[in-house]
Structures are given as structure tokens and as C-alpha cells.
């Protein structure tokens, strides 16, 4: 799929989206939460870490850091390897690289420079298109704009955002369509969310979240019987509630919340969305992990991390990550 549409088109009616769900859902059968990036407390270099979910595994091995510490990168696994791209370091200032972390070798391989250096930006692998890396800031500037690590790990000119954002999540909903919910823009904090249709090039802009939040985690989720995609998005800076999104009904539903306004990171597992890390004000950098599923909500995991993280990447990859 060429993406050729650069301009903003944003409709303003409220849109009927058709996702193409699966005849089934598919669970992937991945166990391992690959953890990278960040700082921990004190402001210092977080490690890179993989957690065998499962318990089946047993004490995954050692990994390399991150070249640079990476604090708050657009991460997605893209090509099956874990990717980083932008965020910001104490050593670098405003980061450009895109680094990916190869399993085969245990190295972190840098792979391409963007246009821009982006703290805080917002990534989703995209099918037929790459890794979508949107938004960001760098020295009190807030883009719209954004890159696309293609498929032959080559920096393009992607499709603008509706607005200027940092600190915003983002979510591949199907396979031709992306959700952008949140983040900080001019105006500050704000509770606005946005479709992205790769088939048309336009924006669609959706009902607003019930809180402005940023730095918050997100995830999507697959409902009973395949009827609907719900995407979560919890907690943020001075944010205490999670909310669930209907694609089917344009509407946010308010869930029982984490309890702490956390700086919080996403990863989706299993039909269910994880909570790994984060920073609350009161505590500092956590290393709790909690999971929310469609049924019960949230639950506290008995595993945690090795070590605090926080403003970090973090997904569950494959075994041989363990």
C-alpha cells in the first residue's frame, strides 16, 4: 500500500467506521514482555528486560541496553523485531534514530534517521505501509507531521495529523484503519480522538474521551463473538480513570480505574491490555505490571520488573525474545 495522501482532511459529521474483524480472532501465542527504553528512579538509564508471562519458560537472559537512554520513543514491533524511533536523552537531547533490536545476535541495530528529532511521539505498525511514527516535540515544538519507516527500513513522508500532538497514543485498529486518542497540543492536555483511513487518506474525528489525558497507555481489545473492536486508554499525567472505546458505537465508556495517576505505558496480550511500569509522583518509578480484560478489569500480576521503568517501550514478543 503507497501512501500518497499528505494533506489534512478531517470530516467534521460523525462517521460510521467499518473495521474488517476476522471471521475469528487470533490469539498470538507470544509469552514474553520485552521491555526497553526509559528511565528508572532517579532519573537514570532504564535496562532493557524480557519477562516470561506464561511461567513456563523460566529466567529469561540478559539484554543489552538501548544504545541511548530513549526516554518516551514511538515503539512498535515492526517486522516481528522490537522497534524504537525519536524520544529524547539527557546525553543526546532530541533523538532521530530509529533503532531495532535483533534476537539472533542480542544487538541493538540502528536502522534509519527521520526527518526530525521527536520527543514523545506516537508509533503503529501499519500493514502494507511500515512503522507509522506521528506527532512529537522537540524544543517547544509541537508537530503535526509524520514519518514512515518502510518496509525496506527507508524514512518517508507520512500522512499529517488532524493536530499538533506529543505525549498521544495510538492504536492500529484493523488493517486500513488507525486510532489517535489524546495527547498534549497547543491548547494543553486534551480529550480528542481520530480515525485514520489508509484506503481514503482522510481523518474522520471521533466522539472525545471523557478526560483529556497524556502520557496514558492504550490497547485494543476484540469483544465476545467478534462484534466489536474496543480500543482501552488509561491513566495519564494527574489522570486516574481508564476508558473503553466502542468502533461499533463511536462512544466512551468509563471502566473501573488503575486508582493512581500514572505515567503509564500499553502492551496488548492475549485479547487483554497490560500496564507495565510508569511513574506516579507519590511513589516514583513502579515496576508493577497489571492486565484489564473485557470481563474483569483490572488485576495486579504477580510478576514485576526487574527494575523500575518508566516514559519506556514495552510489547510482548516472541519465545525466542526469552
Same mark, same amino acid.
Given at each position: 500500500m503507497s501512501v500518497k495522501v499528505l494533506a489534512i482532511v478531517v470530516s467534521l459529521v460523525k462517521p460510521v467506521i467499518r473495521v474488517d474483524l476476522p471471521s475469528r480472532h487470533v490469539v498470538s501465542d507470544y509469552q514474553v514482555l520485552f521491555v526497553a527504553g526509559g528511565v528508572t528512579d532517579g532519573y537514570r538509564p532504564a535496562g532493557t528486560e524480557a519477562i516470561d508471562l506464561s511461567g513456563s519458560l523460566g529466567q529469561c537472559r540478559p539484554l543489552?541496553?538501548?544504545?541511548?537512554?530513549?526516554?518516551?520513543?514511538?515503539?512498535?514491533?515492526?517486522?516481528?523485531?522490537?522497534?524504537?524511533? #525519536? @524520544?529524547?536523552? *539527557?546525553?543526546?537531547?532530541?533523538? +532521530? &534514530?530509529?533503532?531495532?533490536?535483533?534476537?539472533?545476535?542480542? !544487538?541493538?541495530?540502528?536502522?534509519?534517521?527521520?526527518?526530525?528529532?521527536?520527543?514523545?511521539?506516537?508509533?503503529?505498525?501499519?500493514?502494507?505501509?511500515?512503522?507509522?511514527?506521528? #506527532? @512529537?516535540?522537540? *524544543?517547544?515544538?509541537?508537530?503535526? +507531521? &509524520?514519518?514512515?519507516?518502510?518496509?525496506?527500513?527507508?524514512? !518517508?513522508?507520512?500522512?499529517?495529523?488532524?493536530?499538533?500532538?506529543?505525549?498521544?497514543?495510538?492504536?492500529?485498529?484493523?488493517?486500513?484503519?488507525?486510532?489517535?486518542?489524546?495527547?498534549?497540543?497547543?491548547?494543553?492536555?486534551?480529550?480528542?480522538?481520530?480515525?485514520?483511513?489508509?484506503?481514503?487518506?482522510?481523518?474522520?474525528?471521533?466522539?472525545?474521551?471523557?478526560?483529556?489525558?497524556?502520557?496514558?497507555?492504550?490497547?485494543?481489545?476484540i469483544t465476545s463473538g467478534n462484534s466489536d473492536v474496543v480500543v482501552l486508554a488509561f491513566s495519564g499525567d494527574h489522570a486516574y480513570t481508564t476508558e473503553l472505546y466502542s468502533v461499533a458505537d463511536d462512544r466512551w465508556v468509563l471502566r473501573d480505574p488503575l486508582q493512581r495517576p500514572l505515567f503509564a505505558t500499553g502492551a496488548e496480550y492475549q485479547n487483554t491490555v497490560l500496564s507495565v511500569g510508569g511513574f506516579t509522583y507519590e511513589e516514583g518509578a513502579e515496576d508493577d505490571i497489571y492486565q484489564h480484560t473485557l470481563d474483569g478489569g483490572w488485576q495486579e500480576l504477580p510478576i514485576k520488573l526487574s527494575q523500575s521503568h518508566f516514559w519506556h517501550a514495552a510489547f510482548v514478543v516472541s519465545n525466542d525474545h526469552c
Open positions: 543489552p541496553n538501548t544504545p541511548t537512554e530513549m526516554r518516551t520513543p514511538a515503539y512498535g514491533l515492526f517486522q516481528e523485531k522490537p522497534t524504537l524511533c #525519536g @524520544g529524547y536523552s *539527557d546525553l543526546d537531547g532530541y533523538i +532521530s &534514530t530509529c533503532v531495532q533490536f535483533q534476537s539472533d545476535t542480542d !544487538e541493538w541495530e540502528l536502522v534509519a534517521n527521520m526527518a526530525l528529532a521527536r520527543d514523545s511521539p506516537a508509533g503503529a505498525v501499519v500493514p502494507g505501509v511500515g512503522f507509522w511514527i506521528t #506527532g @512529537g516535540v522537540n *524544543d517547544g515544538l509541537i508537530f503535526n +507531521s &509524520t514519518e514512515i519507516l518502510n518496509g525496506d527500513l527507508v524514512i !518517508e513522508p507520512g500522512p499529517f495529523l488532524p493536530i499538533p500532538l506529543w505525549g498521544h497514543c495510538i492504536v492500529q485498529v484493523d488493517d486500513t484503519h488507525t486510532m489517535v486518542a489524546g495527547g498534549f497540543n497547543l491548547n494543553g492536555p486534551n480529550p480528542r480522538s481520530f480515525m485514520f483511513n489508509w484506503d481514503s487518506g482522510t481523518w474522520s474525528s471521533l466522539t472525545n474521551m471523557s478526560y483529556a489525558r497524556y502520557f496514558h497507555g492504550c490497547g485494543k481489545m
